[in-house]
T-cell receptor, first 118, second 114 residues
Framework: SAVISQKPSRDICQRGTSLTIQCQVDSQVTMMFWYRQQPGQSLTLIATANQGSEATYESGFVIDKFPISRPNLTFSTLTVSNMSPEDSSIYLC???????????????FGPGTRLTVL | DAKTTQPPSMDCAEGRAANLPCNHSTISGNEYVYWYRQIHSQGPQYIIH???NNETNEMASLIITEDRKSSTLILPHATLRDTAVYYC???????????????FGTGTRLTIIP
């Protein structure tokens, strides 16, 4: 499987500031995904990031609020801009990866970044 | 998108087989069924996936009905560490590249009882 790391693992931020979350993968992957998990809720997809092109955002999420970079095949960042307490969530990145034993792409997740906005 | 329906919660005795059901009656012919679990606030962990045949790996078995409208995830000998939220997901295509997004439902909260 792909091994994914995220930085920071958690942070406490002030209202109105921005935080950039980094996602690093140990293999080259085409597609990376960013999810949000609000307290007590399931995961919601924010956007899909393909290397070399603009990220594709899901309904309800916009680039100005959640700009994404995808500079190469192993790295991506998500910025949470102009934060408010409603942005307090766990943010997770994931990648599509096909190991030798698998017939189809499987999505693997990072450990998440727990964000608290005061 | 094909929707899945899972019971919100289940209990299972430690050492017993945990059988988690999932209904996906609107699944399309080329859509796979994936199972993930999430142990308290960690990133979801991939368990197993299948198209129409039963599948088994070191973690679990996946039984898909012949009409593909439902499936069951089986953890053969549940341990306390299997306590988690289990998600059954039908994977849908999002582009011509064949890379597909996952749509998470609310899952089943499985509690293993000592």
């Amino acid at each position: 499987s792909a091994v994914i790391s995220q930085k920071p693992s958690r942070d406490i931020c002030q209202r109105g500031t921005s935080l950039t979350i980094q996602c690093q993968v140990d293999s080259q992957v085409t597609m990376m995904f960013w999810y949000r998990q609000q307290p007590g809720q399931s995961l919601t997809l924010i956007a899909t990031a393909n290397q070399g092109s603009e990220a594709t955002y899901e309904s309800g999420f916009v680039i100005d609020k959640f700009p994404i970079s995808r500079p190469n095949l192993t790295f991506s960042t998500l910025t949470v801009s102009n934060m408010s307490p409603e942005d307090s969530s766990i943010y997770l990145c994931s990648v599509d990866y096909r190991g030798r034993a698998l017939r189809t792409d499987t999505q693997y997740f990072g450990p998440g970044t727990r964000l608290t906005v005061l | 998108d094909a929707k899945t329906t899972q019971p919100p919660s289940m209990d299972c005795a430690e050492g017993r087989a945990a059988n988690l059901p999932c209904n996906h009656s609107t699944i399309s012919g080329n859509e796979y069924v994936y199972w993930y679990r999430q142990i308290h606030s960690q990133g979801p962990q991939y368990i197993i996936h299948g198209l129409k045949n039963n599948e088994t790996n070191e973690m679990a078995s996946l039984i898909i009905t012949e009409d593909r409208k439902s499936s069951t995830l089986i953890l053969p000998h549940a341990t306390l560490r299997d306590t988690a939220v289990y998600y059954c997901i039908v994977r849908v295509p999002i582009s011509n590249f064949g890379n597909e997004k996952l749509t998470f439902g609310t899952g089943t909260r499985l509690t293993i009882i000592p």
